[in-house]
């Protein structure tokens, strides 16, 4: 008699490697939602894969208990980019964060994202390079102290949302490390989505950049300071649901109004199918505007590994050799 595979639990995903990661560090609560999302979505160990790049976030290959590959730095895209193609079956995961990924990384993930490969991107941004102690990285505010900026940093940082959605990214997402139901469902649905998925997560580094998420994490100032995305859900906000997003003509982009409880009326409906309003949402920033938050964009096309694995496309070495584009170089001859 046929026995069915037994469901793995999350602790099932666990390995026997020493968590090396700061006390305190958001990392932990990924790693645990992770785990959640693993056993809910029926993860098979042995058909899925952590491909990672260099940085404190980088180390989850090690943690998880399927495939993982920890790469060399910013590479993680290049590299899961092979794994897919060789295998377009494989469950593929890439773990980055803001230095990792968009600073040496950028380029990599990037064309990633054009090409929409089937995978996830989870991109753990805590605005530091907290494995080399704390240096500023791409995405950290004018003005950041740091060991490479003393006296201040002067670079404009770069907005990982607005990067991915620019790059043609079909799924961009936002969640924060401890907010665990609302980072679990975004995971969902970023495996749920046949692409490339990106999903930005705000890490909280305890050491070197505590509290830089504040102004919309904090308990008492995430329910005024954060809106929840939902397809097809008024865009609403504040302790008592009194506050909404709407259209503003004058300046053709996004504005905060006063709304009834349970009516909503002006508020505009998020539609994650809309682009111009995912780019809309992620320029939004507090205390003017709340952070939008959960599933920005999602609007599925064809997938590059796919088109790329077509048999039409595949052709034998000897073909190759014989179709004209090749030249033979005789033994002595000079070049011309």
């Given at each position: 008699?046929?026995e069915?595979p037994?469901?793995?639990?999350?602790?099932?995903?666990?390995?026997?490697?020493?968590?090396?990661?700061?006390?305190?560090c958001?990392?932990?609560?990924?790693?645990?939602?992770?785990?959640?999302?693993?056993?809910?979505?029926?993860?098979?160990r042995?058909?899925?894969?952590?491909?990672?790049?260099?940085?404190?976030?980088?180390?989850?290959?090690?943690?998880?208990?399927?495939?993982?590959?920890?790469?060399?730095?910013?590479?993680?895209?290049?590299?899961?980019?092979?794994?897919?193609?060789?295998?377009?079956?494989?469950?593929?995961?890439?773990?980055?964060?803001?230095?990792?990924?968009?600073?040496?990384?950028?380029?990599?993930?990037?064309?990633?994202?054009?090409?929409?490969?089937?995978?996830?991107?989870?991109?753990?941004?805590?605005?530091?390079?907290?494995?080399?102690?704390?240096?500023?990285?791409?995405?950290?505010?004018?003005?950041?102290?740091?060991?490479?900026?003393?006296?201040?940093?002067?670079?404009?940082?770069?907005?990982?949302?607005?990067?991915?959605?620019?790059?043609?990214?079909?799924?961009?997402?936002?969640?924060?490390?401890?907010?665990?139901?609302?980072?679990?469902?975004?995971?969902?649905?970023?495996?749920?989505?046949?692409?490339?998925?990106?999903?930005?997560?705000?890490?909280?580094?305890?050491?070197?950049?505590?509290?830089?998420?504040?102004?919309?994490?904090?308990?008492?100032?995430?329910?005024?300071?954060?809106?929840?995305?939902?397809?097809?859900?008024?865009l609403?906000?504040?302790?008592?649901?009194?506050?909404?997003?709407?259209?503003?003509?004058?300046?053709?982009?996004?504005?905060?109004?006063?709304?009834?409880?349970?009516?909503?009326k002006?508020?505009?409906?998020?539609?994650?199918?809309?682009?111009?309003?995912?780019?809309?949402?992620?320029?939004?920033?507090?205390?003017?505007?709340?952070?939008?938050?959960?599933?920005?964009?999602?609007?599925?096309?064809e997938?590059?590994?796919?088109?790329?694995?077509?048999?039409?496309?595949?052709?034998?070495?000897v073909?190759?050799?014989?179709?004209?584009?090749?030249?033979?170089?005789?033994?002595?001859?000079?070049?011309?």
């Amino acid at each position: 008699m046929n026995e069915f595979p037994k469901a793995l639990k999350p602790a099932d995903y666990a390995t026997d490697q020493e968590v090396r990661w700061c006390p305190g560090c958001g990392d932990y609560a990924v790693l645990k939602a992770m785990k959640t999302v693993l056993a809910d979505i029926g993860a098979k160990r042995e058909n899925t894969v952590f491909v990672s790049g260099i940085g404190c976030s980088s180390r989850f290959p090690y943690y998880i208990d399927t495939y993982g590959f920890h790469t060399i730095h910013g590479r993680a895209p290049a590299i899961a980019t092979g794994i897919m193609l060789a295998n377009p079956d494989l469950d593929v995961w890439i773990i980055t964060g803001d230095g990792d990924g968009l600073s040496i990384g950028g380029n990599h993930l990037m064309h990633l994202l054009r090409r929409n490969l089937n995978c996830q991107v989870l991109l753990f941004n805590n605005e530091t390079y907290g494995l080399t102690k704390g240096q500023y990285s791409p995405t950290s505010r004018v003005k950041t102290r740091s060991p490479s900026t003393p006296a201040g940093s002067i670079d404009h940082p770069v907005d990982p949302a607005q990067f991915a959605l620019g790059s043609g990214a079909r799924f961009v997402a936002r969640a924060v490390d401890t907010q665990i139901k609302q980072l679990v469902d975004v995971l969902k649905a970023a495996h749920a989505h046949r692409g490339a998925a990106f999903v930005e997560i705000f890490q909280n580094c305890i050491v070197f950049n505590e509290d830089v998420f504040d102004d919309f994490t904090a308990r008492d100032k995430a329910a005024g300071n954060q809106v929840a995305l939902q397809h097809g859900a008024p865009l609403v906000f504040g302790e008592d649901q009194t506050r909404a997003l709407a259209f503003d003509p004058q300046t053709l982009g996004l504005s905060a109004i006063d709304v009834v409880p349970g009516d909503h009326k002006g508020a505009l409906v998020h539609d994650a199918g809309n682009r111009n309003l995912a780019f809309a949402l992620s320029q939004m920033t507090p205390p003017e505007l709340p952070m939008a938050m959960g599933v920005l964009y999602d609007n599925p096309t064809e997938v590059y590994d796919v088109g790329a694995n077509d048999a039409s496309r595949k052709r034998a070495l000897v073909d190759v050799m014989r179709s004209g584009f090749t030249w033979t170089v005789e033994p002595g001859a000079k070049a011309s």
